[in-house]
């Protein structure tokens, strides 16, 4: 998560939270190592 964080220029726990809320609401699926996205038209 740190890389994807490093990435984005932004910190580790935004990151987190805004994945976490995406796969609370199944827009992403979250799995070890992967962040799998089912249907990009949820993103949007």
Known sequence: MQTLAN???E???NVSKM???LNKNNT???MRG????PS???LR
Do not use: D, G, M, T
């Not at 992967?34 to 996205?37: A, L, P, R």
């Open 28 to 30: 992403i699926a979250l």
């Open 40 to 42: 990009l038209e949820k």
């Open 7 to 9: 990435e984005l220029h």
């Open 34 to 37: 992967e962040i799998n996205i």
């Open 19 to 21: 994945l976490n809320a």
């Open 11 to 13: 910190s580790r726990l």
